[in-house]
């Protein structure tokens, strides 16, 4: 993986993709350099203006570029319903799942699920499953779940996932990106028994300077943490750009093993896309289980095709 660049992402052509949050930060830049590589695309973002905006500036970067938008807001279950239900195409060779929030003050999404919780796993959850029979028609098809390091920082907790007794917005960030890896490490496990050829893995960007980090502060006017996160940006962050390879990575390179996490290689912070260390907890097969069924409860959303 030394040296790996953008420049090294296979030829795309015929390949469709779903990138929710494309219209900034990793997720636009995941869309673009697919696009570049002949993908058609369909950019999923919860903001119909922005991600018009996007549009137009990644068919500006690249002239011929096959980009359609659709509205996905991952914290409205009916929203992603709808957004399944539209989805034009008869086969996905992708899904990037990689639409976020982190460290926001308290708040509930449109189904009442802890605004953290709810948009960055149960989301992406019950889109996978909506989306999981045309995944599964489509040969060698892929689903990537964009993670952080930060999950290090909490495992879930079963019986309070929607941190109800105790909020603490690191914390909360931290178990849905624990989630991430254990819908990742379940799904992994159930395509595997299902026969199925659709690879789950899972990546990070490390520490990449977006709109993420200076969201939660601002939402919450905490005008000092807004600033620090833009002095860190600055002059500790890689690019948008960079961060975005570890995704591509595991996106596009020829076997890539399911339920790997690849991340950037100095430290998980920069650098070329390397596999990544993940907490134990992680690849628990007893909690991926007890959260996979927890996840079918709350979304409604039941993976019929891979019962196990």
């Keep these: 993986m030394s040296g790996w660049s953008a420049r090294a992402v296979p030829d795309q052509s015929g390949r469709v993709a779903v990138v929710t949050g494309a219209n900034s930060g990793i997720g ?4 673009r ?8 695309l369909l950019l999923a973002c919860r903001s119909e203006v922005r991600g018009a905006g996007a549009r137009e500036r990644l068919v500006a970067e690249v002239p011929g570029a096959e980009v359609e938008l ?4 991952l914290g409205d279950l009916a929203s992603v319903r709808e957004f399944a239900t539209a989805y034009p195409y008869d086969r996905l060779d992708l899904l990037v799942n990689n639409a976020g929030v982190m460290a926001l003050p308290y708040g509930t999404t449109a189904d ?29 098809a892929r689903v990537v779940t964009v993670s952080s390091t930060a999950h290090a920082l909490a495992n879930i907790d079963i019986d309070d996932l929607n941190s109800e007794r105790h909020y603490r917005r690191w914390v909360a960030y931290a178990r849905s990106k624990t989630a991430n890896l254990l819908f ?14 659709v690879v789950a893995a899972a990546a990070h960007p490390g520490y990449a300077a977006t709109n993420l980090q200076t969201a ?3 939402m919450s006017g905490r005008r000092a943490a807004e600033r620090f996160m ?22 596009t390179v020829p076997d890539v093993p399911p339920d790997s996490f690849t991340g950037p290689s100095l430290a998980g912070w920069r650098g070329s896309p390397a596999p990544s260390w993940r907490a134990p907890w992680t690849r628990d097969d007893r909690a991926s289980e007890r959260l996979w069924t927890a996840s079918e409860g709350l979304t409604g ?5 891979l019962k196990v």
């Excluded at 636009?28 to 869309?31: C, L, N, P, R, W």
């Excluded at 833009?230 to 996106?251: E, H, I, K, M």
């Excluded at 959303?301 to 095709?305: F, L, R």
């Design 184 to 197: 990742v490490h379940e799904l992994a496990r159930r395509l595997s028994a299902h026969g199925s050829d």
């Design 33 to 40: 350099e697919l696009a570049r590589r002949g993908a058609r």
């Design 28 to 31: 636009y830049v995941t869309a």
């Design 70 to 73: 659709a509205r996905l807001d």
């Design 112 to 140: 009442g699920f802890e605004t953290q919780f709810g948009t960055n796993h149960l989301g992406h959850f019950a889109l996978t499953g909506l989306l999981l029979p045309t995944l599964l028609e489509t040969p060698a």
């Design 216 to 218: 939660g502060p601002k």
């Design 230 to 251: 833009r002095v860190g940006n600055r002059f500790f962050a890689q690019s948008a750009d960079a961060g975005a390879l570890p995704t591509l990575y595991a996106a």
């Design 301 to 305: 959303v039941a993976y019929d095709p």
